[in-house]
């Protein structure tokens, strides 16, 4: 039972910063219903604490003993039971022996000692009265203070001791009654959970609870309020407001400040027809208020550059609205502003909503709904901090800066409104902000469509953006979003920027007629690429460079101009399963390549379908060390794979067939490795090699090609090895010029000419071959 029950310190444990996916956040089941990956379990956040030093850390004379264990052996401290003995009482009544154990064996301090009574001298009592029960209760904890790692965790048998004083003395943490050493099994099994999910891939990340956006429905309240109604240009005598009878219901100002100052928690502020001159910022400062416009001519223009509407507390509703800046007279060196007008011009907006980080998890939503925002002096919407602004049915639009901004870590949902001809992008996101928008129109823009950085997550659904006069949506500075299903097509430059460090997700977009690569992807990026269309681009279809290192799956990468796929400088990109072909359904001006690869890039193509195109399937230059694995390059105008420069491609269990050009090509000073292909039906060779390359051709067969099966000229080197060749219409393996190399164990059969076609220069090797005659 006790074989081998050990002490050990563990210092490894590390504070890891987990920042959260966009696999959660939002209650997505609101928008669709397997985007995200569900986790089963408890749903509450689970954490680690870093404490500095080893558990349990011995402050007593043994600290710089090495911890020892003890094992049931021959002179183990457990005593043996004689015949006599019930089995049980072992358990039940193991005594410790004290001139076999020392206080390091179990990183005893001596104030653990007094505070669990184990000190006979100050507490009178003895080594006999205590006893080793084992503990089968598996509490949670909220923190494990204390841990003891044992090589047999099967059944842990674990001291107990009387609890006298707190045990956060020790810097211990509890959640029950008993001192820390009683819930070390506890500790264990927590322990034995992480290692076996480090061992299943990684360090095990926290379950974080899903935040939801539901809209509230702030109209309950609002049934038994009061409705204030405010009517421009109203003459009032006496009294600030009074009854106007035959008219709506309520109480009636004249102006909108009034009516803010005399309202109440959730009142209604109806505003009749008519044009209001804002001179000074209109604060929201009660709960509940609905800012309402009667019909759609009701219009706020605001006088100087400062926010026209600031919301100040939650619950807050906006409606009906048409709300501008007097751009002529609002300007910051304008001699007609007046005195009490904000002249600083810094993140102004038509509406702002600024709401300090609570202190709890209640929710500050605001509601901006069928509002018409145009002519801003700088933002048409900024949202910040805790707030969760709801923006649905407007029209945003010719703005001097941004449409809608959300920063400082707000979120909210933003659906079914026109944005455009704004300066600046429609809609940024900037510090860990991460709000949903869903079914937009982001168009016309004089910059880009959406921009994102700095840790920001949106989640972005359904929209169209297009016609932009930069890229649709720009990626940066590590923001991790998820986009989905949108239409991203038409902008004067890319479609989707990722760079700096940015990752997140992009799946189901259609991404098409972009001026610039329709998918851009730079420096460190690692973004999941995911079952888009990338079609009909302009300049490329995928352009990746820097260090990239994007997951680019399931994809389908048709009908760009000059390239489908692009990758440079040093960038490592994942492909896997796309397939990437020219349909020929546009007619191109240029020849269409599959894909090109240059510089020191190392791309890895996994089960990859590259057909149809006007040139080459795949060219390889520079010094390339691609690997392509179970790829199928079939049906290209020029040759499948086209080799050359220092580059070092590996080719597995590829299927290469029905070029027009030899099927593969490898020229200049390439280091080839193919192995496991089937190279076949080629309108003219199947392998071709000549000038200086150095080639590997193993384990492959080639076959029934049009001209020799393979053909080896120039200063090359090729060894052909346990390969078949067979079918070929002219020579199996034709040998020219200066060429050398081995022909080893290979088969050779049915092919028009020689088997192996060898001129005088020829230097091959050949050797314990099968031919036939």
Same mark, same amino acid.
């Not at 689970?46 to 007593?60: A, Q």
């Not at 707190?166 to 029950?176: E, I, K, T």
């Not at 026209?308 to 751009?327: A, F, Q, R, Y």
């Given at each position: 039972?006790?074989?081998?029950?050990?002490? %050990?310190?563990?210092?490894?444990?590390?504070?890891?910063?987990?920042?959260?996916?966009?696999?959660?956040?939002?209650?997505?089941?609101?928008? *669709?219903?397997?985007?995200?990956?569900?986790?089963?379990?408890?749903?509450?956040?689970?954490?680690?604490?870093?404490?500095?030093?080893?558990?349990?850390?011995?402050?007593?004379?043994?600290?710089?003993?090495?911890?020892?264990?003890?094992?049931?052996?021959?002179?183990?401290? *457990?005593?043996?039971?004689?015949?006599?003995?019930?089995?049980?009482?072992?358990?039940?009544?193991?005594?410790?022996?004290?001139?076999?154990?020392?206080?390091?064996?179990?990183?005893? @301090?001596?104030?653990?000692?007094?505070?669990?009574?184990?000190?006979?001298?100050?507490?009178?009592?003895?080594?006999?009265?205590?006893?080793?029960?084992?503990?089968?209760?598996?509490?949670?904890?909220?923190?494990?203070?204390?841990?003891?790692?044992?090589?047999?965790?099967?059944?842990?048998?674990?001291?107990?001791?009387?609890?006298?004083?707190?045990?956060?003395?020790?810097?211990?943490?509890?959640?029950?009654?008993?001192?820390?050493?009683?819930?070390?099994?506890?500790?264990?099994?927590?322990?034995?959970?992480?290692?076996?999910?480090?061992?299943?891939?990684?360090?095990?990340?926290?379950?974080?609870?899903?935040?939801?956006?539901?809209?509230?429905?702030?109209?309950?309240?609002?049934?038994?309020?009061?409705?204030?109604?405010?009517?421009?240009?109203?003459?009032?005598?006496?009294?600030?407001?009074?009854?106007?009878?035959?008219?709506?219901?309520?109480?009636?100002?004249?102006?909108?400040?009034?009516?803010?100052?005399?309202?109440?928690?959730?009142?209604?502020?109806?505003?009749?027809?008519?044009?209001?001159?804002?001179?000074?910022?209109?604060?929201?400062?009660?709960?509940?208020?609905?800012?309402?416009?009667?019909?759609?001519?009701?219009?706020?223009?605001?006088?100087?550059?400062?926010?026209?509407?600031?919301?100040?507390?939650?619950?807050?509703?906006?409606?009906?609205?048409?709300?501008?800046?007097?751009?002529?007279?609002? @300007?910051?060196?304008?001699?007609?502003?007046?005195?009490?007008?904000?002249?600083?011009?810094?993140?102004?907006?038509?509406?702002?909503?600024?709401?300090?980080?609570?202190?709890?998890?209640?929710?500050?939503?605001?509601?901006?709904?069928?509002?018409?925002?145009?002519?801003?002096?700088?933002?048409?919407?900024?949202?910040?901090?805790?707030?969760?602004?709801?923006?649905?049915?407007?029209?945003?639009?010719?703005?001097?800066?941004?449409?809608?901004? $959300?920063?400082?870590?707000?979120?909210?949902?933003?659906?079914? +409104?026109?944005? $455009?001809?704004?300066?600046?992008?429609?809609?940024?996101?900037?510090?860990?902000?991460?709000?949903?928008?869903?079914? +937009?129109?982001?168009?016309?823009?004089?910059?880009?469509?959406?921009?994102?950085?700095?840790?920001?997550?949106?989640? #972005?659904?359904?929209?169209?953006?297009?016609?932009?006069?930069?890229?649709?949506?720009?990626?940066?500075?590590?923001?991790?979003?998820?986009?989905?299903?949108?239409?991203?097509?038409?902008?004067? %430059?890319?479609?989707?920027?990722?760079?700096?460090?940015?990752?997140?997700?992009?799946?189901?977009?259609?991404?098409?007629?972009?001026?610039?690569?329709?998918?851009?992807?730079?420096?460190?990026?690692?973004?999941?690429?995911?079952?888009?269309?990338?079609?009909?681009?302009?300049?490329?279809?995928? *352009?990746?460079?820097? /260090?990239?290192?994007?997951?680019?799956?399931?994809?389908?990468?048709?009908?760009?101009?000059?390239?489908?796929?692009?990758?440079?400088?040093?960038?490592?990109?994942?492909?896997?399963?796309?397939?990437?072909?020219?349909?020929?359904?546009?007619?191109?001006?240029?020849?269409?390549?599959?894909?090109?690869?240059?510089?020191?890039?190392?791309?890895?193509?996994?089960?990859?379908?590259?057909?149809?195109?006007?040139?080459?399937?795949?060219?390889?230059?520079?010094?390339?060390?691609?690997?392509?694995?179970?790829?199928?390059?079939?049906?290209?105008?020029?040759?499948?794979?086209?080799?050359?420069?220092?580059?070092?491609?590996?080719?597995?269990?590829? #299927?290469?067939? +029905?070029?027009?050009?030899?099927?593969?090509?490898?020229?200049?000073?390439?280091?080839?490795?193919?192995?496991?292909?089937?190279?076949?039906?080629?309108?003219?060779?199947?392998?071709?090699?000549?000038?200086?390359?150095?080639?590997?051709?193993?384990?492959?067969?080639? $076959?029934?090609?049009?001209?020799?099966?393979? /053909?080896?000229?120039?200063?090359?080197?090729?060894?052909?090895?346990?390969?078949?060749?067979?079918?070929?219409?002219?020579?199996?393996? *034709?040998?020219?010029?200066?060429?050398?190399?081995?022909?080893?164990?290979?088969?050779?059969?049915?092919?028009?000419?020689?088997?192996?076609?060898?001129?005088?220069?020829?230097?091959?090797?050949?050797? %314990?071959?099968?031919?036939?005659?």
């Amino acid at each position: 039972m006790f074989k081998s029950l050990s002490f %050990e310190n563990n210092n490894n444990n590390e504070d890891t910063l987990i920042t959260p996916t966009p696999s959660k956040g939002v209650n997505m089941d609101l928008f *669709w219903d397997d985007a995200l990956d569900e986790r089963s379990g408890d749903d509450e956040e689970l954490g680690r604490r870093n404490h500095d030093g080893p558990r349990l850390k011995p402050v007593s004379s043994h600290m710089n003993e090495p911890q020892q264990s003890f094992n049931n052996t021959s002179g183990s401290l *457990w005593p043996k039971p004689n015949s006599s003995t019930h089995p049980y009482s072992v358990m039940n009544q193991i005594q410790l022996n004290n001139s076999s154990l020392n206080d390091s064996t179990f990183g005893i @301090t001596s104030e653990l000692k007094s505070k669990c009574s184990l000190d006979s001298e100050n507490n009178g009592a003895t080594a006999s009265d205590f006893e080793i029960a084992s503990n089968l209760h598996k509490r949670k904890r909220a923190s494990a203070g204390a841990a003891v790692v044992s090589d047999s965790l099967n059944d842990s048998l674990l001291e107990e001791c009387e609890e006298d004083d707190d045990p956060n003395s020790l810097g211990l943490m509890r959640d029950d009654e008993r001192e820390p050493l009683k819930n070390i099994s506890n500790t264990v099994a927590a322990m034995m959970m992480s290692k076996s999910r480090q061992s299943l891939g990684g360090v095990s990340s926290p379950i974080k609870k899903k935040k939801k956006i539901n809209l509230i429905d702030f109209e309950k309240k609002r049934r038994e309020t009061r409705v204030l109604n405010v009517v421009p240009q109203i003459t009032c005598s006496g009294q600030d407001h009074h009854h106007v009878v035959g008219s709506s219901p309520g109480l009636y100002f004249s102006s909108i400040e009034t009516a803010l100052h005399e309202a109440q928690p959730f009142d209604t502020i109806l505003l009749h027809e008519g044009t209001y001159h804002v001179q000074r910022t209109l604060s929201i400062k009660v709960e509940g208020i609905h800012l309402k416009g009667i019909s759609n001519k009701v219009h706020l223009i605001g006088m100087c550059p400062s926010n026209v509407l600031s919301i100040e507390h939650k619950s807050i509703t906006i409606s009906h609205l048409n709300i501008s800046h007097d751009t002529q007279q609002c @300007t910051s060196t304008s001699t007609a502003v007046s005195s009490s007008c904000s002249t600083s011009g810094t993140n102004c907006a038509l509406i702002s909503i600024d709401m300090q980080s609570p202190l709890s998890d209640e929710i500050f939503q605001i509601h901006i709904k069928r509002c018409e925002l145009f002519n801003s002096f700088e933002h048409g919407i900024l949202v910040s901090g805790a707030a969760e602004a709801v923006i649905i049915d407007c029209s945003i639009h010719n703005c001097k800066k941004i449409g809608i901004l $959300y920063t400082h870590n707000a979120r909210g949902l933003v659906q079914n +409104n026109l944005i $455009y001809e704004n300066l600046y992008e429609g809609i940024t996101f900037r510090g860990r902000s991460h709000p949903t928008v869903k079914n +937009n129109k982001i168009f016309d823009g004089h910059s880009g469509g959406v921009y994102m950085r700095e840790n920001s997550h949106p989640y #972005i659904f359904e929209n169209e953006i297009y016609a932009n006069r930069r890229s649709g949506i720009f990626i940066t500075n590590k923001s991790k979003p998820y986009i989905k299903k949108n239409s991203i097509h038409s902008c004067k %430059e890319n479609g989707i920027v990722l760079k700096n460090n940015c990752s997140g997700k992009i799946e189901g977009n259609d991404i098409y007629q972009n001026a610039y690569p329709n998918l851009y992807i730079d420096d460190e990026c690692e973004t999941e690429i995911r079952g888009n269309k990338i079609r009909l681009g302009k300049s490329y279809g995928i *352009w990746a460079k820097g /260090k990239c290192k994007p997951k680019i799956c399931e994809n389908e990468i048709v009908d760009n101009v000059g390239k489908n796929v692009l990758i440079t400088e040093s960038a490592k990109p994942y492909f896997s399963e796309n397939k990437i072909y020219y349909s020929r359904s546009v007619l191109q001006t240029e020849e269409l390549r599959g894909i090109v690869l240059k510089d020191l890039c190392k791309p890895t193509f996994e089960l990859e379908e590259i057909y149809g195109h006007s040139s080459s399937g795949v060219d390889i230059g520079g010094r390339a060390q691609p690997l392509f694995f179970a790829c199928k390059v079939t049906d290209n105008s020029k040759n499948g794979f086209l080799i050359r420069d220092y580059s070092s491609p590996t080719i597995n269990e590829c #299927i290469v067939s +029905n070029n027009v050009y030899p099927n593969i090509l490898a020229i200049d000073r390439a280091e080839s490795v193919i192995t496991k292909c089937k190279i076949h039906s080629g309108s003219q060779t199947g392998i071709s090699i000549k000038g200086t390359p150095i080639t590997t051709i193993r384990e492959s067969e080639i $076959y029934g090609n049009s001209f020799s099966n393979i /053909k080896i000229g120039g200063s090359s080197s090729t060894d052909i090895i346990e390969s078949k060749i067979y079918n070929g219409r002219q020579s199996g393996i *034709w040998v020219k010029e200066d060429a050398s190399g081995k022909i080893f164990r290979c088969s050779l059969f049915n092919n028009r000419r020689d088997n192996i076609l060898m001129e005088m220069r020829g230097k091959m090797i050949i050797s %314990e071959n099968e031919q036939d005659k």
